[in-house]
């Protein structure tokens, strides 16, 4: 089904099913223990050993010599592989560095061997008695003092590395009310509650690995790249992950190891990256440094407007898009972006929740407060002044739909924003100094393809198959959602299969594209299959009513168990997109408001309350996309005040690689949540009339706890995260 213009009426828009608050039909399983995550699928095949991977212990050089005698003769040892005998293997394309190091090193924690034994214990054991020799080289791991090389990037994901409309270097200096500040944004991890991991079999030549992965197709595909083998003899599964958020839209060395170890010790062999290596042998977001220039007028509108963003990377790294939501965000005449990307020799850096907007808007909603206070303006006013209907840097286009003035407005107003005192650090509760902050929230609306396969069988029930991805969003429920609309049958009715690289290829769990996406191929594989049972019974399948279990057509009505017959009947669609993504700008909106209280003796901060509201076109479930919005809150709470990857700038590693060290926040950090979703539709996205929102709510987020500690203290924090050190000297004094 390819879709070319706006959304009328259909079967969704009944919202009998869609758009109603059902618990996730996986939370039995989850909550039970039953759910088959990758590393304990006991039941996929028999035998399996244990590998235990040996990542680099220097960030860059090379490996002189690898004895492995020792763990050779260890107990319970089958097979070790390095790169001198793992065989000829290529590299991903979506991956910059190589899943195997050796003999070059290109990063620290880089996989350079790979033991694989009888237990676990045996493996680790045996790995410790692996002696490597290296040669050490001279590593850039310095952001800072790597930026005055950076270059230009190559266009990406993100779009053009540069981008201007206008004059803007005369625009901003001749602007009457003139902002240009620095800020930091530090290296961050996902610390995802399950590790990487994979089961690899080989059956002859084909090869099965049962994974934690959140784009099979991507991940298929690289893997049998990597491996030199036709993609037709790779299966990849994974029906469950337990969190992913970007950092395992990619292959990863557990499942390229663990079919390396399969192959070398003819058994299937599991591995699960030890936590340690999860931060530097995978990915992460990659710091930034960026400057934000503005200028207004004296009433508040934005004459001038300037993002620049460094980051940096490994070869064939990409750029962190840290200027993206700033081409979108606010109206102004005078526009420059760029980017710029530094080559550093650090892990590989890549997507995270909101790759892009997160880091930009960390710096770009300070900025907008910064400049309020110059003007003497309310935050939430500055904002709404320079709000636009059209993008700024291609004004033909309108956005589909643009709600960010009611959600500023609408959140001021459930947020009590009137009693927030303009003139920082006058309000205190107890020993706490409190302030409030605001940030304005955007993400982009993806399109990408996605299909899908429905059976309805003999019994009534409709099963779907595609190889979509759940990482704990709701997959399974809109999916079955979606199906049990379009074909008029309760959810019990509703079989959902997911995360099979033998299932059609959806878009896939990522970027915040899966749920409209996802569904919308449910729902072109669902109208296919409406036509399928309309033509076999006779009826016109512009009439066929699909509703409580029946297929109805004037005055005929047929059970839908009876019209599929002993064989049943298939259907297979995908949706695909037009121009309708170029015509309109598509893009997700919100506001976040954060009251904080700041100790008036030791400077810690306490996040006292939040409030966010979304317009992000039709919800199609309100619980599991609540549940999606305040995890993302909660994870701007962590880049705010908590989340550093700190780089060992002598030898390159983030040394804080475990859990102990990086901290994120736990439930006595967060306090009452709440969220609204605006009434919105949009038929420009999709026939569900939906968009993507898991990652609006994390865009902003860190800003206006930014903004709030500013408005309790005083004191202004432009490099992440906000930790006490930052504000204790600089303490105002109260009685």
Known sequence: MRFEHPATFNPIDQLKVVGHPTSRIDGPKKTTGTAPYAYERHDVVANQAYGYVIGSAIGKGRIKA????????????????????????????????????????????????????????????????????????????????????????????????????????SAFAAAPVQLDARYTTPDQGHAMMEPHASIAAWDGDKLTVWTSNQMIAWGAGDLAKTLRIPKDKVRMVSPYIGGGFGGKLFLRADVLLAALGARAAKRPVKIA??????????????????????????????????????????????????????????????????????????????????????????????????????????PVALRIVNDTQVDPEHPERRFSQRQLVRCLSDGAARFGWSRRNAEPGKLRDGRFLVGMGVAAAFRNNLLTKSAARVRLDQQGTVTVETDMTD??????????????????????????????????????????????????????????????????????????????????????????????????????????YGDLAKTYQQSTFGAHFVEVGVDADTAEIRVRRMLA???????????????????????????????????????????????????????????????????????MSSPMKAKGVAELGICGVAAAVANAVYNATGIRVRDYPITLDKLLDKMPEVG
């Not at 606010?330 to 760029?338: D, K, L, P, S, V």
């Not at 074909?487 to 899966?514: I, N, R, T, Y």
């Not at 009513?545 to 298939?570: C, H, K, M, W, Y």
């Not at 709470?637 to 859990?659: P, S």
Request: hydrophobic share 45%; aromatic share 4%.
């Open 613 to 683: 509201v979304c317009a992000a076109g039709r919800i199609l479930n309100p619980k599991a996309a609540r549940s999606q919005v305040i995890g993302a809150m909660t994870m701007g709470v962590g880049a705010a005040l908590m989340e550093d990857l700190v780089v060992d700038k002598r030898h390159g590693l983030f040394i804080n690689h475990d859990l102990a060290g990086y901290e994120v926040p736990v439930h006595a950090d967060i306090p009452h949540q709440e969220m609204i979703f605006l009434d919105e539709t949009d038929p």
């Open 66 to 169: 690898i004895d492995l005698a020792a763990a050779s003769d260890a107990p319970g040892v089958l097979a070790i592989v390095t790169a001198e005998n793992a065989g000829k293997l290529d590299k991903g394309e979506r991956n910059a560095a190589p899943l195997l190091g050796g003999p070059e090193i290109a990063h620290y924690h880089q996989a350079v061997a790979v033991v694989v034994a009888e237990t676990f214990e045996q493996a680790r054991a045996a790995a410790q008695l692996v002696r490597i020799d290296y040669a050490k080289g001279e590593g850039k791991f310095d952001l800072a003092a790597a930026a005055d090389g950076a270059i230009t990037p190559k266009p990406s994901f993100g779009g053009p590395a540069d981008t201007a409309v206008g004059e803007f270097g």
């Open 273 to 378: 990256l030890q936590r340690p290596l999860m931060f530097n042998n995978t990915t992460h977001r990659p710091a930034t440094i960026q400057r934000i220039r503005i200028g207004a007028e004296r009433d508040g509108k934005i004459t001038a407007i300037g993002h620049e963003s460094w980051s940096g990377n490994v070869k064939d790294g990409e750029a962190e898009t840290a200027v993206s939501q700033t081409r979108l965000l606010y109206a102004g005449a005078n526009r420059m972006t760029a980017m710029r990307l530094a080559a550093l020799d650090l892990p590989e850096g890549n997507a995270m929740r909101a790759p892009g907007e997160a880091s930009g808007m960390m710096a770009l909603e300070i900025a907008i407060d910064e400049l309020a206070e110059k003007l003497g303006m309310d």
């Open 471 to 576: 990482i704990g969003t709701g997959s399974y429920t809109i999916i079955a959602q979606t199906a049990a609309e379009m074909m008029g049958v309760p959810l019990e009715k509703v079989a959902v299969h997911l995360g099979d690289s033998d299932f059609p290829v959806s878009c896939g769990s990522g970027g915040q594209w899966g749920g409209n996406n996802s569904t919308a191929g449910v729902y072109a594989a669902c109208i296919k299959l409406r036509e399928a049972i309309a033509q076999k019974l006779g009826f016109n399948s512009a009439e066929a009513e699909f509703t409580d279990g029946l297929v109805r057509a004037g005055n005929r009505s047929v059970p839908l168990a009876q019209a599929a017959g002993r064989d049943g009947i298939v259907a297979e669609d995908a949706i695909e």
